[in-house]
């Protein structure tokens, strides 16, 4: 079971910045796809940028953050960051982190929009941004 430890959330200005850490353990996987969720107040819970390990490192972003948003992971350290520019209010929400180390391939669609495919979640963290 892999344990997901998230950080770095906060409130900001529209505009700003802020960058979200996830450290993960507990698993010895050599591919998985691991990534960021959010959960706008009165929504589903969408998919914001994943990464997958196989073959190298594929990344996908929502339409919504793409060129705003960028993930990176520190494989020394097994931390997983994501890198928050230019915010907009409606990036408000919870951010959760959350990995899949069972599912060998996904689509782009599903890696994003495939919430019930990820078996461990972090807690969340909230990322509030003010217009």
């Known amino acids: 079971q892999v344990q997901l430890l998230e950080s770095g959330g906060g409130s900001v200005q529209a505009g700003g910045s802020l960058r979200l850490s996830c450290k993960f353990s507990?698993?010895?996987?050599?591919?998985?796809?691991i990534g960021w969720f959010r959960q706008p107040p009165g929504k589903e819970r969408e998919g914001v940028a994943v990464l997958w390990t196989a073959g190298g490192t594929t990344t996908y972003y929502a339409d919504s953050v793409k060129g705003r948003f960028t993930l990176s992971q520190d494989t020394n350290t097994n931390t997983l960051y994501l890198q928050m520019n230019s915010l907009k209010p409606e990036d408000t929400s919870v951010y959760s982190c959350?990995?899949?180390?069972?599912?060998?391939?996904?689509?782009?669609?599903?890696?994003?929009?495939?919430?019930?495919?990820?078996?461990?979640w972090g807690q969340g963290t909230q990322v509030t941004v003010s217009s």
């Open positions: 507990g698993s010895t996987a050599s591919t998985y796809y």
């Open positions: 959350a990995a899949d180390t069972l599912t060998p391939v996904m689509t782009a669609m599903q890696a994003l929009g495939g919430v019930h495919l990820y078996t461990s």
